[in-house]
């Protein structure tokens, strides 16, 4: 078993960052894929951006290609994802997520852990 808990949401304007970061403890965090995904409401959940093991490889959706950036650091058991430049139609719940894998995948039947998710809303 792996526990998430993702942190570093809020409010902000449009232009913003903010820094969302997800604690893991239970199993080795540092083996395994880690992702960021996001659901809005009434949507469905979107994946955002993936990382290999060892932070060397990295997927992300192109809408945020260019202003969010994900990390990871083992050591710390934990998972980063800078968002800059926030735009209205990045307000979703941010979820991180952990793959029993060292793929990458890139959708959320891929995951096998969740975290509870926490809410960014940009304002216009």
């Known amino acids: 078993q792996v526990q998430l808990v993702e942190s570093g949401g809020g409010l902000v304007q449009a232009g913003g960052s903010l820094s969302l970061s997800c604690a893991a403890s239970?199993?080795?965090?540092?083996?395994?894929?880690m992702a960021w995904f996001r659901q809005a409401p009434g949507k469905e959940r979107q994946f955002v951006a993936a990382?290999?093991?060892?932070?060397?490889?990295?997927f992300a959706v192109g809408s945020v290609k260019d202003r969010f950036i994900i990390s990871r650091d083992n050591a710390k058991n934990t998972g980063l994802l800078q968002m800059n430049s926030l735009k209205p139609e990045d307000t979703a719940v941010y979820y991180c997520?952990?793959?029993?894998?060292?793929?990458?995948?890139?959708?959320?039947?891929?995951?096998?852990?969740w975290g509870q998710g926490t809410q960014v809303t940009v304002s216009s």
């Open positions: 997520a952990v793959a029993e894998t060292t793929q990458v995948p890139v959708s959320a039947g891929g995951y096998a852990y």
């Open positions: 239970g199993r080795t965090f540092s083996n395994y894929a």
């Open positions: 990382i290999n093991w060892r932070g060397d490889r990295i």
